[in-house]
């Protein structure tokens, strides 16, 4: 299994910046994926950002705010958040797609992370 521990939550006032950390554990061969979801109340979890291949992408409404990144020597990522806005007010969740060592497809999420920003 492979273990996804979130970090960096918190309350932050709107303009502000906030960075999470996903750190995996587990036995892990390759990574395939490796994301950021949010989910705010009432509303759809949605993917925010996420690092497939190589490549970067973001959704529309996080655009030049929010940078995802990984550290490949500590097993973990990031997500850089700046010029918060309230509507980005949600828990956060990590998600790896990974091969493990035994060649198996695992999906992993993280517990999630609640980050409230206040106007």
């Known amino acids: 299994q492979v273990q996804l521990v979130e970090s960096g939550g918190g309350l932050v006032q709107a303009g502000g910046s906030r960075r999470l950390s996903c750190a995996a554990s587990g036995n892990i061969f390759r990574i395939n994926a490796m994301g950021w979801y949010r989910q705010a109340p009432g509303k759809q979890r949605e993917l925010v950002a996420a690092?497939?291949?190589?490549?970067?992408n973001y959704a529309d409404s996080v655009k030049g705010r929010f940078t995802i990144s990984r550290d490949n020597a500590k097993n973990t990522m990031y997500l850089s958040m700046n010029s918060l806005k309230p509507e980005d007010t949600a828990v956060y969740y990590c998600n790896w797609l990974v091969v493990t060592t035994d060649m198996v497809l695992y999906n992993s999420w993280g517990q999630g992370t609640q980050v409230t920003v206040s106007s």
């Open positions: 690092i497939t291949s190589g490549s970067t």
